[in-house]
Every structure is written in structure tokens, then in C-alpha cells.
């Protein structure tokens, strides 16, 4: 059997030729998704499980047709299955075909067709549409990018959050389900788990949340890839399936996670929010037009009331964990110095939870591009008179750091002093030249509270001679020029949405 590479690299390859038909990488990832679900359930049927595609929109139907018959049979198959439950209704939810070329249709049905998917392992499967994911992120046109969190990134705040078995793990902005998939890999990785441990893995673990209806569709599917909520071994039930309790719809969910609380309360929460413009939360409606209004929410476990939607999600995720919860959260650098409802949440925070570590990211590592992004990491508490944080330790991985998604994209290495100078919990962290502790009472006394802390001297202020080369710095621009012509042409099809 080919190697998952193998198989990424020939669906991909497609790509760039639907890309001249006029479909784009995004549409075409979502294509793949619907119809490898189709043909996954085809395959699982013949194991002896129940397809939950009505007999109509099977993937045998689909598959034997030809021409425009095909083409009219996919739309009504896109149509009618996104009005089904569970699963299949989050996946197929609101699914249109955008290869509308019958034959370029047929080209990627039989290049399906020609894998059998369900004879390989999980966490093949898994890897081969994670491979897509990330390529799709990473390709020029709009895509999953702004979904999609540097892999090495989430491996390292994995790492040193160190998940355990029987804990509830959340995501408010889920994306593509990346974190959540990380520490299901830790968990498996680090722990010996014994029947009802990994069953508690698969099917009550892990939970995310996202308002994007197509993204929605990407993270169920790579978590039912990845065999996360339902069991993933088929030698475990019965040939008729009946013993198939539960399927993966709740693993995630399509809403606005800031709306209302979720109902769960979670041991740990591991997120990277939406970033993107100060004015509030990007709704994407039923109709599927967007709204980028000014929004405010206000909940009684809210410490301020702001159109800011980081401050909105940080202060979400505090009231989603229990007491002793963990979280690790990547936000941008406006979290930190913000004044208004910012200081009074980074206060609020402060006393309320242990916050224990900040680290500073690097420029050049998210896919949307610009950004200035840090991770920090705190433990909720209970009600105190006296305030939780007694240090904050404070990682500069910013200064002095050049990186390009192309040319010089952030590695599992970079990130390796920084999880070893973390440690553990209540082991004693060593001081060094880019990891220094900053007591509460300095933090309390700087202005606004202003976490936005950097103490390196920065070597391209400072010498010329020490600037990053020219072929760094041409390829830095030339991935701000191509990000703007992504948000210039995103605009333009919100504008086009909203005039029909």
C-alpha cells in the first residue's frame, strides 16, 4: 500500500489542474472531503456496517454515473445529504459542487475510487487529509489558512500541557481540529490507556467549536479520520454494527462558541482564536453571507463588556474551564497593551488564575500574514482575596528571528529550548538570556497593566550588518504582497455576496 505522502502528493497534483478548470484549492478540499465520506461509507458497508447515506446517494449511485447525469446526480447528492443529522448533516451541510465539468468531476471520483480507504490504518487516513490541510493552508489562494495553526506550534503547547487520559479537552475555535488531534496524539503517545481509557478518548475526550460552516465540515471529517468520536476499531462490534453507540456529531459543533456557554465545563483548553480586525467577530450566517458588524457580548461571567473578540474569547475560555483547568491560548500582541475593557480583563486575569507563562512568537509563522501572536498559559482558580499569579515567565522567541512560511518556515527545533526551559508543574525554571520572570507587583505596577514586555536588544535596530538577507527579506515581501491580493480578493466576494 502507498505511504500517505504518496497519496497526498497524487490528489494534490489534481489540484493544480482543477485550478485551471477555475476551482480553487479550497473548493477543491472541500470536494475531496464530501466525496471520500461518500466512498468511506461505501467501504464500511461492506464490513458489515450500517451507511448512514440513503440508499439513493450512495456512493455506488454516484459513482456508476457519467456525464451530465453525473454531474445534475452529485448537486442533488450535496443537496439532499446536507439536510440529514448528525454526521453526515455537519459534514454536508450547506455543500455545493464546484467542479462543474463532468469530466474533471469523473477524473476525481475514479481517483478515489481507486484507494481502499478503509483498509488503511486510522492514523493514515488521518495523515493524508491533515497533508491536504496543510497544503491547502499553505497554497497562495484562500484557503484554510486562517484556520490553520503552524503544526510544530501546536505540537510544543501540547507538549508542555502535557493532556491526560480522562480529561475533557476543548476548543472554542477549533479550525481544523489541529489541537484537539495533537493531544489525542499525546495522549495515545505518553500514556498506556486501557479499554475504557481509550474508549474515553475517541468518543468523550475531545470537544471543538467553530462558527464556519465549511470549516465545520474539514475538522468532523479530520476527526472521523482520525477515528476520533466513535470507536475506531470495526473488530470491536458486532457484523451487523448495532453496537455502534454513538457517531461523531458531537464532537463538533458549528456555532458562535462566544453566544452562550457551551454547558461543558473542561479540564483543559488549547485554542488559537480568529484574529483580524478590532471591531468584533465575523459572522457567517445560514445564507452564508458574511457580517462583519460590531458585536458585543455581554454574560454575567464576563468581566467586561467589549466588541473585542480576543478579549472575548480569553475571557470565554476562563469560564469554560473548571477549577484547576488548564489553558493555553495564542493571541495577538493588542491582548496585552489594550487599555479599557483590556486592562480590566488582563487584571481580572491576573488575580483570578495562575497565569505562569507568555510566549512571544515570531513574526512570518501563520499563514495570514503579519500577525503578532503570543501564547500564553495560565491555570483557573478558585475565589481568593489574594491574587494567584505570583511570577510570570515571559519566552522571547520574537527578537532576532527571521521566518518565512516558504523560504524559512518555523520548525519543530525552534521551538525546542523554549519547551525545555518550561518544565513541569511545580518544577523550579532557571533564568536565561530569552526566558526571564517578572514578579505580579511589577506587572500590576506597569501601565494599563501592559503584558506587551520585550527586554532583548533587537540586532537589525542596532546593526545593519545583522540584517536578515536579501533573499529572506524578498521572500518576506513577497508574502505580505500575496497576502493582501487574498484579503483584496476576499473582499471582493463579500462585496459580490452581498449585492445579489
Not at 502507498?2 to 472541500?30: C, F, Q, R, T
Request: hydrophobic content about 40%; proline content about 4%.
Amino acid at each position: 500500500m502507498p505511504d500517505s505522502s504518496s497519496i497526498v502528493s497524487k490528489v494534490w497534483n489534481y489540484a493544480h489542474v482543477l485550478k485551471n478548470a477555475g476551482v480553487g484549492y479550497g473548493d477543491y478540499i472541500e470536494q475531496i472531503t464530501y466525496l471520500l465520506f461518500l466512498k468511506l461509507a461505501d467501504e464500511m458497508t461492506e464490513l458489515g456496517f450500517d451507511n448512514p447515506i440513503p440508499d439513493a446517494f450512495a456512493w455506488a449511485v454516484l459513482s456508476g454515473k457519467s456525464g451530465d447525469d453525473l454531474e445534475i446526480h452529485y448537486r442533488h447528492t450535496l443537496e439532499n445529504l446536507g439536510k440529514e443529522p448528525g454526521l453526515v448533516g455537519i459534514i454536508f451541510r450547506k455543500a455545493q459542487n464546484k467542479i462543474s465539468n463532468p469530466s474533471d468531476l469523473q477524473r476525481v471520483i475514479k481517483m478515489i475510487a481507486d484507494e481502499d480507504w478503509s483498509g488503511m490504518d486510522v492514523d493514515i487516513k488521518g495523515a493524508i487529509y491533515e497533508g491536504l490541510l496543510e497544503k491547502t493552508a499553505s497554497s497562495s489562494d484562500k484557503g484554510a489558512g486562517q484556520y490553520f495553526t503552524p503544526r510544530p506550534l501546536i505540537r510544543a503547547i501540547v507538549d508542555v500541557m502535557g493532556p491526560e487520559p480522562g480529561q475533557a479537552i476543548g476548543d472554542p475555535a477549533c479550525g481544523t481540529g489541529g489541537f484537539l488531534l495533537a493531544a489525542h496524539d499525546y495522549i495515545q503517545a505518553n500514556h498506556k490507556l486501557d479499554k475504557a481509557a481509550r474508549r474515553h478518548l475517541k468518543t468523550e475526550a475531545l470537544w471543538g467549536t467553530d462558527i464556519v460552516p465549511g470549516v465545520v465540515s474539514l475538522c468532523a471529517m479530520n476527526m472521523y479520520l482520525h477515528g476520533i468520536g466513535k470507536v475506531a476499531d470495526a473488530s470491536s462490534f458486532s457484523s451487523s454494527g448495532k453496537d455502534q453507540k454513538r457517531d461523531a456529531s458531537a464532537t463538533v459543533d458549528r456555532a458562535d462558541a462566544l453566544a452562550q456557554p457551551s454547558g461543558r465545563k473542561f479540564d483543559m483548553i488549547l485554542a488559537n482564536p480568529p484574529f483580524g480586525k478590532k471591531g468584533g467577530y465575523t459572522i457567517v450566517g445560514d445564507d452564508g453571507k458574511i457580517s462583519t458588524e460590531k458585536q458585543e457580548y455581554e454574560r454575567d461571567e464576563f468581566w467586561a463588556t467589549t466588541s473585542n473578540k480576543q478579549l472575548n474569547f480569553l475571557q470565554h475560555i476562563v469560564s469554560e474551564l473548571k477549577i484547576g483547568g488548564t489553558a493555553a491560548v495564542v493571541l495577538p500582541d493588542n491582548v496585552l497593551f489594550e487599555g479599557g475593557a483590556g486592562e480590566t480583563i488582563r487584571r481580572e486575569l491576573l488575580k483570578r488564575c495562575k497565569v505562569h507563562t507568555l510566549l512571544r512568537l515570531p513574526t512570518g509563522i501563520f499563514y495570514a500574514q503579519g500577525v503578532k501572536a503570543n501564547v500564553l498559559f495560565f491555570e483557573r482558580k478558585e475565589a481568593s482575596e489574594k491574587p494567584w499569579t505570583k511570577d510570570l515567565w515571559i519566552y522571547d522567541l520574537r527578537t532576532n528571528q527571521h521566518f518565512t512560511l516558504k523560504t524559512n518556515p518555523l520548525k519543530e527545533s525552534d521551538l525546542e529550548d523554549f519547551v525545555k526551559c518550561y518544565k513541569g508543574k511545580n518544577q523550579r525554571r532557571d533564568a536565561t538570556a530569552t526566558f526571564k520572570k517578572f514578579t505580579y507587583d511589577e506587572i500590576v505596577a506597569r501601565d494599563k497593566a501592559n503584558l506587551d514586555i520585550l527586554w532583548l536588544k533587537d540586532d537589525s535596530l542596532e546593526d545593519s550588518e545583522n540584517l536578515p538577507a536579501p533573499a529572506v527579506l524578498a521572500a518576506e515581501i513577497v508574502e505580505s504582497l500575496e497576502a493582501a491580493l487574498a484579503e483584496f480578493r476576499a473582499v471582493e466576494e463579500a462585496l459580490q455576496t452581498s449585492s445579489e
